[in-house]
């Protein structure tokens, strides 16, 4: 019983990813992603970065939708090269590359 309350905080977590990569993509297709490369995409950016990181990208691809309206992958990953985070710069960049291969 003790491990079982031990453990329940970090179910508790775990389960909070996946709906958070579902809004995630869910963003990136309204912006203009396939699916599965949004699907590909969201599932590497919740496991790498942290919420604030995630907001950050989102205030950036919001401010381009605004704009240019829909938006390429290749010009919100030029966009996301010029942000001051290079945690966030390699992240989506290899995604991006990754998830445009294989998706």
């Given at each position: ?27 990136l ?8 490369v949004a699907r ?14 995630l ?7 919001d401010a ?23 945690e966030?710069?390699?992240v989506?960049t290899r ?9």
């Amino acid at each position: 019983m003790r491990t079982m309350l031990f453990l329940a905080p970090f179910v508790l977590i775990a389960g909070c990813a996946k709906p958070l990569e579902g809004r995630v993509a869910e963003q990136l297709v309204a912006g203009g992603l396939s699916e599965p490369v949004a699907r590909c995409m969201a599932q590497r950016w919740t496991d790498r970065l942290s919420v604030l990181q995630l907001r950050r990208i989102a205030a950036t691809a919001d401010a381009m939708k605004n704009a240019e309206g829909r938006i390429t992958l290749a010009r919100f990953v030029t966009a996301i090269q010029q942000m001051d985070d290079p945690e966030i710069k390699v992240v989506v960049t290899r995604s991006a590359a990754i998830c445009a291969l294989t998706a």
